[in-house]
């Protein structure tokens, strides 16, 4: 597998299944009770998703303000209100549409609906842009220049391509689902919506390989719930070149742990 995939590395594949261990029958059952599941779960996946992605990054509504404040259009929380929509909009057509980069770049669209100007959403950026603390605001990663990010972009979604037609064990799925999270993460590839964006193709990922019961999976409450573990284990490093790799493990076992939570 290793000569095909150019940016994901699956060298720390056997680690992360002697980390996860004896959790993986739990996490086969939980998915198998959640194989069937009416339009009504559905919604109700695509509320809690969406709103737990959006609370990761800064907005304030919990389940019942949301549900209060989208009835009055007058709100003062009516912008939060409209991110939540919008991500739920990306969640419900990536159910309904294939995992490629066209469609990648659409749900980006939909999802940026209040983040960014019309001409900057769906499309790569072209600006250099950096994390900031959220406290002190001092610079705490820098990802890839705009002038080498279409070639690091497509050795992602060269790699997504080939690992949605490859065999994979639900293990193997996870783990890959979780890098794609991570690469996509490091690479920063818009103007805003990244962690958006990488927690829905985490997701979507997962769906694509294992089937609908992926989207019951509460993901991105979890990533919430245990935030500073998430913030923390999601750097790996001060810029895409210095990048540490084996501080991975902590981040991939995250999503095993969401699943056996959902």
């Known amino acids: 597998m290793e000569q095909y995939l150019t940016l994901i590395s699956p060298n720390y594949l056997q680690e992360y299944l002697r980390t996860v261990g004896w959790s993986w029958t739990t996490i086969a059952f939980k998915l198998e009770q959640r194989k069937e599941f009416s339009l009504e779960d559905f919604e109700y996946y695509v509320v809690a998703s969406s709103l737990y992605s959006s609370k990761i990054e800064g907005n304030t509504l919990d389940v019942n ?3 209060r404040n989208r009835e009055k259009k007058t709100s003062p929380k009516q912008k939060e209100v409209q991110e ?3 991500l739920m909009q990306a969640y419900t057509f990536a159910a309904d549409n294939a995992l490629n980069r066209e469609n990648f770049f659409k749900a980006h669209f939909l999802l940026s609906a209040n983040l960014l ?3 900057e959403r769906g499309c790569l950026r072209k600006d250099q842009i950096g994390v ?3 406290i002190s605001m001092r610079p705490v990663y820098l990802a890839v220049e705009p002038e ?3 070639v690091e972009f497509n050795k992602l979604f060269n790699d997504i391509d080939f690992l949605l037609n490859k065999d994979l064990q639900p293990q193997e799925v996870f783990y890959f689902a979780s890098m794609l999270h991570l690469w996509l993460a490091q690479i920063h590839p818009f103007g805003d919506g990244n962690g958006r964006s990488a927690r829905l193709l985490e997701k979507w990922f997962v769906a694509a390989k294992l089937g609908k019961s992926a989207w019951a ?3 991105e409450k979890y990533y919430w719930d245990h935030r500073p573990d998430y913030y923390q284990n999601i750097a790996l490093g001060f810029n895409y070149y210095a990048l540490h790799w ?3 493990m902590p981040f991939l076992c995250m999503l095993p742990k969401a699943v056996e939570l959902s």
């Open 148 to 150: 080498y990010l279409q």
């Open 132 to 134: 900031r603390d959220a």
């Open 117 to 119: 100007p019309a001409k």
């Open 217 to 219: 999976i509460h993901s």
């Open 84 to 86: 939540i929509e919008a």
């Open 246 to 248: 084996e501080r991975c």
């Open 65 to 67: 303000s949301f549900f």
